[in-house]
């Protein structure tokens, strides 16, 4: 661990508000935080993406403001007054939008995730993978604070990548559980010829950002 991260180690607790193995990989494996607690956020994800026609982006704001007020409530109900430390909770929402700003989350089964893979391969623009990150300094019942941003890194697929390889790698059943049903980081990726924008943004939470506005969290006043 290095010693910045030791000494936002002592003055947060890290809590990182999601189910996602891949973010959890990013708090603990690329930043090096220790003893990160994890919450599942109560909320559903079902924001109406009729309200957001055109503007997607506000979508996955929404989104992740929305989770992180419900991780909020059960801060609440679980710790009563002031925390004996504070909480540093990172909450985040990805999603994926096409070139017509349509809105791609969790495919969940194996028919809608080819339909979005050929749709990505044989578009004409590259896709956006957009994740909105809200972070919240949490120091018991009401006291809080929180600040919110977004990140969003361009994804070229390979119009000519072969139907049967992406056959396979829908049959493989890799990425059913993620924001447009590919993963970057494992065989998904030979789908993609380049990436504009933050690689760990596309993998679930961009590491630049995320890690500067915790640093700010913990030392306001550098």
């Not at 010693?3 to 193995?21: Q, T, Y």
């Not at 603990?28 to 957001?52: A, Q, R, W």
């Not at 419900?70 to 994926?96: H, R, S, W, Y």
């Not at 447009?180 to 010829?193: L, N, P, R, Y």
């Amino acid at each position: 661990m290095s010693k910045v991260v030791r000494n936002i180690c002592d003055r947060f607790e890290i809590v990182l508000a999601s189910s996602s193995p891949r973010r959890y990989e990013i708090v603990t494996e690329v930043m090096g935080f220790v003893d990160v607690k994890l919450m599942k956020p109560s909320f559903e994800e079902n924001l109406d993406k009729s309200l957001y026609v055109g503007n997607p982006v506000g979508y996955v704001h929404d989104t992740s403001k929305a989770k992180a007020l419900g991780i909020v409530e059960d801060l609440k109900k679980q710790i009563e007054g002031e925390a004996k430390k504070p909480k540093l909770v990172i909450c985040a929402d990805t999603v994926v939008i096409d070139g017509d700003n349509n809105i791609y989350e969790k495919p969940q089964v194996a028919r809608k995730q080819m339909s979005n893979l050929l749709n990505f391969r044989d578009g004409d623009d590259p896709v956006r993978v957009a994740t909105s990150v809200t972070l919240i300094n949490w120091r018991g019942s009401e006291d809080y604070t929180f600040e919110q941003f977004e990140e969003i890194s361009e994804v070229h697929f390979d119009p000519e990548f072969p139907l049967a390889v992406v056959e396979d790698y829908v049959d493989s059943r890799d990425a059913l559980d993620v924001a447009g049903g590919f993963k970057v980081q494992s065989f998904g990726g030979a789908m993609i010829s380049k990436i504009n924008g933050d690689f760990f943004n596309v993998v679930g939470l961009p590491l630049n950002k995320t890690f500067k506005a915790i640093y700010a969290a913990a030392f306001p006043s550098e």
